[in-house]
T-cell receptor, first 114, second 112 residues
Framework: KAGVTQTPRYLIKTRGQQVTLSCSPI?????VSWYQQTPGQGLQFLFE???????NKGNFPGRFSGRQFSNSRSEMNVSTLELGDSALYLC?????????????FGQGTRLTVV | GQQVMQIPQYQHVQEGEDFTTYCNSS?????IQWYKQRPGGHPVFLIQ?????EVKKQKRLTFQFGEAKKNSSLHITATQTTDVGTYFC????????????FGKGTKLSVKP
């Protein structure tokens, strides 16, 4: 079956702009999580959606938001971009029921803010 | 809040040497997962451990889950250049099964 698809793969934006990233999870997975990855910081959790509801949110400012659609596809939005938002943004889908919690990651969107 | 810590942060080995990374959680985990991220790639699921004291092997990789279900280790025997990458452990957030808390990873480099 198809894996997790993230678009776009690369993005260059200027400070103050906003950006929307998209993630299509594996068919049948209802949980989508977003992570920010920067050198030395590992994978920092942004938020998780399950059946269109945000279940968890990490410690990021309100400029970071997301949503999930009825087909489980998810988007995340970052408004008023700052230089420090430059990172690899990874989306992970999971079945998230019982012990089936392993995450399947997309290839990520590399965001550069200039 | 819930934290997962990993050591060491970096490990440089000669090809053929062994490698071990350790993971410690601030809370008891229902399960622990390990991922590998190759340079320029994305994290890929390796294995999940569920039972206290569980040991699983994948070829040269041995994974252990501690008796208290708060720590874990990954041991690679006789490293190869293909083992290069960053190894992450992760545990589920107590509040949500779909949210994994990741350690910061151990970056392994292998000198041929």
């Amino acid at each position: 079956k198809a894996g997790v698809t993230q678009t776009p793969r690369y993005l260059i934006k200027t400070r103050g702009q906003q950006v929307t990233l998209s993630c299509s999870p594996i068919s049948g997975h209802r949980s989508v999580s977003w992570y920010q990855q920067t050198p030395g910081q590992g994978l920092q959790f942004l938020f998780e959606y399950f059946s269109e509801t945000q279940r968890n949110k990490g410690n990021f400012p309100g400029r970071f938001s997301g949503r999930q659609f009825s087909n489980s596809r998810s988007e995340m939005n970052v408004s008023t971009l700052e230089l420090g938002d430059s990172a690899l943004y990874l989306c992970a889908s999971s079945f998230a029921q019982g012990l089936n919690t392993e995450a399947f990651f997309g290839q990520g969107t590399r965001l550069t803010v200039v | 809040g819930q934290q997962v810590m990993q050591i060491p942060q970096y490990q440089h080995v000669q090809e053929g040497e062994d490698f071990t990374t350790y993971c410690n959680s601030s809370t008891t985990l229902s399960n622990i997962q390990w991922y590998k991220q190759r340079p320029g790639g994305h994290p890929v699921f390796l294995i999940q451990l569920v039972k206290s004291g569980e040991v699983k092997k994948q070829k040269r990789l041995t994974f252990q889950f501690g008796e208290a279900k708060k720590n874990s280790s990954l041991h690679i025997t006789a490293t190869q250049t293909t083992d290069v990458g960053t190894y992450f452990c992760a545990g589920p957030n107590r509040g949500s099964q779909g949210n994994l808390i990741f350690g910061k990873g151990t970056k392994l480099s292998v000198k041929p």
